[in-house]
């Protein structure tokens, strides 16, 4: 693999051996990856990857030995690096995702809306306040009894409203 990365160019840097009893070693690598700057991840064939390429391909480029072939990374202005992922996600994962799609917004990205809900299904995040009234009680303003958000007054104010 070292000589396939230097005849393409590729300053060879590391090998990643996950430890055996991990349920998803490409989750493995790619934490791995995600911590270094890498242009691509060298593998023997697309079996070292689960057959999904795509996973790898969401960071850097995919090279593989046999057969020879590049597969290239995806760009993040492409639809298809915020659709919704074709797998179930691991929490290592939907934290990567929410790294990687930083400034999308959940309600218009698929793949981070499915991170968000992983992440909120596993304990890790608390959802943000959905209704009128939790996102009024979070800035602690009082309701009406006719459920219309008071405004607080300024100081100043709230004495001539009492005749002070």
């Known amino acids: 693999m070292r000589?396939?990365?230097?005849?393409?160019?590729?300053?060879?840097?590391?090998?990643?051996?996950?430890?055996?009893?991990?349920?998803?070693p490409i989750g493995y690598l790619l934490d791995v990856v995600c911590g270094m700057t890498?242009?691509?991840?060298?593998?023997?064939?697309?079996?070292?990857?689960?057959?999904?390429?795509?996973?790898?391909?969401?960071?850097?480029?995919?090279?593989?030995?046999?057969?020879p072939q590049?597969?290239?990374?995806?760009?993040?202005?492409?639809?298809?690096?915020?659709?919704?992922?074709?797998?179930?996600?691991?929490?290592?994962?939907a934290v990567r995702i929410m790294q990687q799609h930083r400034g999308c917004s959940a309600l218009e990205c698929a793949r981070k809306s499915n991170a968000l809900t992983?992440?909120?299904?596993?304990?890790?995040?608390?959802?943000?306040?959905?209704?009128?009234?939790d996102r009024v009680n979070e800035r602690g303003i009082m309701l009406s009894d006719s459920g219309i958000a008071a405004a607080p007054l300024h100081p100043r104010l709230r004495r001539q409203a009492h005749g002070r």
């Open 70 to 93: 590049t597969w290239a990374r995806v760009c993040m202005n492409d639809a298809r690096a915020h659709a919704f992922p074709d797998h179930t996600l691991s929490v290592d994962e």
């Open 3 to 24: 000589r396939h990365a230097d005849m393409l160019g590729y300053r060879y840097v590391y090998t990643v051996c996950p430890p055996d009893h991990l349920d998803d």
């Open 118 to 133: 992983r992440l909120v299904a596993a304990g890790k995040m608390t959802p943000p306040a959905v209704t009128a009234a």
């Open 38 to 67: 890498v242009a691509a991840v060298v593998v023997f064939d697309l079996e070292a990857v689960d057959h999904s390429p795509a996973r790898v391909c969401e960071i850097c480029d995919l090279e593989t030995v046999c057969p």
